[in-house]
Structure formats: structure tokens, C-alpha cells
């Protein structure tokens, strides 16, 4: 079975551009979460989805949004691109929501702006 | 959400049990504790989670105190490719979310 798979991996903008990254998570799964990792902060959660609804957001700025497919992919997208958006982005499935279900994570995307 | 509590780092030699403790004293009766790890710039690895009981897979064990106050997650034969920063993660119990809060883990150095 195919795992989380993020496109792609390496990516390299200019400050103020945008940029859209993806997410296709296990087949079969519903819920797609998204991280922000970088070596001040660590990983800091982004947002999560299920059933293309937003559950569940983290504190960063509007810039930052996501959406969900009806075959449960997902995309974010990060607009005006700041020096301090460069980071490992991490995308994490699985099969539905709760405490008790284990999340699998992608190799992530290495965003870098300059 | 209940925080916890990991050294910053370990070793272990090549072929012995590892040992990570993890103290997470404000845990609630209905949150589940969760280890992952991560090698060098890749995505997290989901390695075993729990309520009370004491778990194990075929890549460690968990071990929850009766309090559930603290566990151990155990590697009983590390090798080289076990090298790398292990997360605790206490996982809220209700609002039905999949967020998980990652501290700073302990990084686990396997020698030779």
C-alpha cells in the first residue's frame, strides 16, 4: 500500500510569490493534517481535514490556507512568500479522526524562499 | 492539552534495549500517549501509541505507568538506523481532532 506521497519535494520561491503544495495521503484515508517544521520552532501544526471540511486550525496567519478534495487529496497554499516561511512542510493521513488513530506521515515538502 | 517531559538526549549502545522515558503528569483519563520519531529530514514515523495498557509492535513496546503519569518506549535491540529524535505526544481525548503537539523529543544516539 502506497503511503503519503507530497509534490514536490523540493521547492524553491521568491519573497511576496505563492506557492501550492500537495498532499495525497493513503488511499482509503479521510483525514489529511498539515505541519509546519523549522528549526526554531519545531513542528507546529497547521491545520487538519476530513470529509473536505477544515476541523481544526493551528496560530499562523491567513496567508496560510488548505483545502480538501472529494478524493481526499489535499493542497495548502502560502501566500506572500516570507523569508521566514522556509521550512519542511509535512502532510499526515489517516483513516479518521480521533485519539485513538495513528497518522502517517509524508516525506514533506522543503520549501525554501529567498 | 497535557504537555510532556523528555530529556534532550540519549545514547545507547548498538544491540541493547533503549530506554526513552516520557513524563506527561496532566494527562487526562481519556487521552492516548503516542511515539514518533524522525530521522534527519523526513516525515515522522508513527511508532506505537496507548491508553493504559502496555503495548507492543514489531518495532518497540510501550510501557505506561499505572498512574499514567509517565512511559517508556522501548527499543529492545537498537541497531544504527534507530538513531534519530523520538517524540512523546499526549493526543487530545475529545474534539474528535487529529492534531498532534510535538515537543522537542529526545534525541536518541546509537553507538557502535
Known amino acids: 500500500k502506497a503511503g503519503v506521497t507530497q509534490t514536490p519535494r523540493y521547492l524553491i520561491k521568491t519573497r511576496g510569490q505563492q506557492v501550492t503544495l500537495s498532499c495525497s495521503p493513503i488511499s482509503g484515508h479521510r483525514s489529511v493534517s498539515w505541519y509546519q517544521q523549522t528549526p526554531g520552532q519545531g513542528l507546529q501544526f497547521l491545520f487538519e481535514?476530513?470529509?473536505?471540511?477544515?476541523?481544526n486550525k493551528g496560530n499562523f496567519p491567513g496567508r496560510f490556507s488548505g483545502r480538501q478534495f472529494s478524493n481526499s487529496r489535499s493542497e495548502m497554499n502560502v501566500s506572500t512568500l516570507e523569508l521566514g516561511d522556509s521550512a519542511l512542510y509535512l502532510c499526515a493521513s489517516s483513516s479518521r479522526t480521533g485519539a485513538n488513530t495513528e497518522a502517517f506521515f509524508g516525506q514533506g515538502t522543503r520549501l525554501t524562499v529567498v | 492539552d497535557a504537555k510532556t517531559t523528555q530529556p534532550t538526549s540519549m545514547d545507547c549502545a548498538e544491540g541493547r534495549a533503549a530506554n526513552l522515558p516520557c513524563n506527561h503528569s496532566?494527562?487526562?483519563?481519556?487521552?492516548?500517549v503516542y511515539w514518533y520519531r524522525q530521522i534527519h529530514s523526513q516525515g515522522p514515523q508513527y511508532i506505537i501509541h496507548g491508553l493504559k495498557n502496555n503495548e507492543t509492535n514489531e518495532m518497540a513496546s510501550l510501557i505506561i505507568t499505572e498512574d499514567r503519569k509517565s512511559s517508556t518506549l522501548i527499543l529492545p535491540h537498537a541497531t544504527l538506523r534507530d538513531t534519530a529524535v523520538y517524540y512523546c505526544i499526549v493526543r487530545p481525548g475529545s474534539g474528535n481532532t487529529g492534531k498532534l503537539i510535538f515537543g522537542q523529543g529526545t534525541t536518541l544516539q546509537v553507538k557502535p
Open positions: 481535514y476530513f470529509s473536505e471540511t477544515q476541523r
Open positions: 496532566t494527562i487526562s483519563g481519556n487521552e492516548y
